[in-house]
């Protein structure tokens, strides 16, 4: 199984802040990686996929980068609604899996 | 719009079972897979189990394998997680979830029905 390792577990900062999660891979998955918010009580949300390929309505704020093992999800200016938990996921086996999360509270 | 409804969540004893149901509107059912997602309590997500679009391919996380069945209804539009012999590890809010054409992220997702097994 491929095994998704995410940091910081948990981040603290400010509204306007830029914001980067990191999130690595035990072994290559090219780019066969998805990124999601959650917020309490909330189903995910879904952000980008194929790395750097943002859902219709995310704000232009979020970017994310890498290949092979070792991806990032960026926000360039932290804003109120953004403070939520973030997960990576690859999808280029079975079983599919996901990163532990990061946090991202207010400071 | 697209909308999953996620249902049949208890509370139930070790040993036992319970069905979910999901009921899916909004987009062409019969075109995509659909997952089943949990988060158990402090913990991450979980992918579950998956059908693809024909229902002829079914995939499990090791720890549920055996034990969970997941199956689709088109007639209804709606996918199941049949889960036998459930374990007090197994409680976790469970989510429906679709996948699009021909790949396997998650692109909408229900709120999710809780599942917690206890004596």
């Known amino acids: 199984d491929i095994q998704m390792t995410q940091s910081p577990s948990t981040l603290s900062a400010s509204v306007g802040d830029r914001v980067t999660i990191t999130c690595r891979a035990s072994q290559s998955i090219s780019t066969w990686l998805a990124w999601y918010q959650q917020k309490p009580g909330k189903a995910p949300k879904f952000l980008i996929y194929?790395?750097?390929d943002l859902e219709s309505g995310v704000p232009s704020r979020f970017s994310g980068s890498g290949s092979g093992t070792e991806f990032t999800l960026t926000i360039s200016s932290l804003q109120p609604d953004d403070f939520a938990t973030y997960y990576c996921?690859?999808?280029?086996?079975?079983?599919?899996?996901f990163g532990g999360g990061t946090k991202v509270e207010i400071k | 719009q697209v909308q999953l409804v996620e249902s049949g969540g208890g509370v139930v004893q070790p040993g036992r079972s319970l069905r979910l149901s999901c009921a899916a509107s909004g987009f062409t059912f019969t075109t995509y897979g659909m997952h089943w997602v949990r988060r158990a309590p402090g913990k991450g997500l979980e992918w579950v189990a998956v059908v693809s679009n024909d229902g002829t391919k079914k995939f499990y996380v090791d720890s549920v394998k055996g034990r969970f069945t997941i199956s689709r209804d088109d007639s209804k539009n709606t996918v199941y997680l049949q889960m036998n012999s459930l374990r007090p590890e197994d409680t976790a809010v469970y989510h429906c979830?679709?996948?699009?054409?021909?790949?396997?992220?998650?692109?909408?997702w229900g709120l999710g029905t809780l599942v917690t097994v206890s004596s």
């Open positions: 996921q690859q999808y280029i086996s079975y079983p599919l899996t």
């Open positions: 194929h790395v750097s």
């Open positions: 979830a679709k996948g699009p054409r021909g790949s396997q992220y998650f692109d909408y």
